[in-house]
């Protein structure tokens, strides 16, 4: 491995930005879990909420409606354990196969990004990508239905990003948020700026972790791009004879826990 990637994308908004969340994340490159109490003791299958609460922080799940029905759940710590908070939001989204409980599984709170920002006073939010989960619900259809996996990164970029960012910032009364993503998880976000530039104006600062966002320089680039840009999960439904996917199953582009 070689270790995260960082790009940080600055707009304006920067040179009024905490600098504590730039120092969170660097520190979180030079971890040692092993040094950490916690580690590796973990009950198994615990939730996002119970690996939030049973190390004393408060959290609130909210259920993100998107404008083509699928509803995301994220899960809000509006504070730390000081109870001290400027308000600002961060929303942090995990990579492919995964979901909001990989920011909290083996690591003790002191190396625990979600908890070292809220006890720096940010409102965090945990998002959950559609057909992972914690985002297996629709407004129409349930996640046995071929119809709920119809879809590719070019309605994620339409709808869970734009529609999670103005939830967001209703909810926190706040005119701009901070978004840190993993791998696939920028790909999205990427894509969302890049398609409606206003957006662009709802975000201080972007940290990506290991981005994946170019694909030009694999020698099956077009084969790739057409994949993850079209149906996969409709393809892989072909493929493997049809569904239900069960809701903690793998998807492909939707990153399932």
């Known amino acids: 491995m070689f270790g995260f990637l960082v790009v940080l994308i600055l707009t304006q908004f920067f040179k009024s930005a905490q600098p504590s969340v730039i120092s969170n994340l660097i520190r979180m490159e030079n971890l040692d879990p092993g040094r950490d109490q916690d580690y590796g003791n973990l009950p198994p299958n615990l939730s996002t909420i119970e690996l939030i609460t049973r190390r004393g922080y408060p959290v609130h799940k909210h259920d993100i409606v998107t404008k083509d029905g699928y509803i995301l759940t994220a899960f809000r710590i509006p504070h730390g354990k000081s109870w001290a908070s400027h308000g600002y939001p961060v929303y942090i989204m995990h990579g492919g196969a995964m979901s909001s409980s990989d920011w909290l599984v083996n690591l003790s709170e ?142 492909f582009m939707s990153g399932a826990n």
């Open 110 to 251: 002191d190396n625990c990004l979600p908890f070292l920002l809220a006890n720096q006073g940010y409102d965090v939010w945990l998002g959950n990508l559609r057909g992972n989960m914690y985002s297996n619900r629709h407004i129409n259809l349930t996640h046995n239905d071929p119809l709920f996996w119809n879809y590719g990164m070019d309605e994620v970029a339409k709808y869970d990003i734009p529609d999670a960012i103005d939830y967001i910032l209703e909810k926190s009364k706040r005119r701009k948020l901070h978004f840190l993503g993993y791998s696939i998880g920028n790909t999205p976000f990427y894509m969302t700026m890049a398609s409606r530039p206003e957006y662009n104006e709802k975000i201080g600062i972007h940290v990506s972790y290991a981005a994946s966002v170019f694909f030009s320089t694999f020698p099956v680039s077009n084969r790739i791009n057409a994949l993850i840009t079209t149906r996969p999960l409709s393809i892989l439904q072909k493929l493997i004879g049809g569904f239900p996917v069960p809701p903690e199953g793998i998807t």
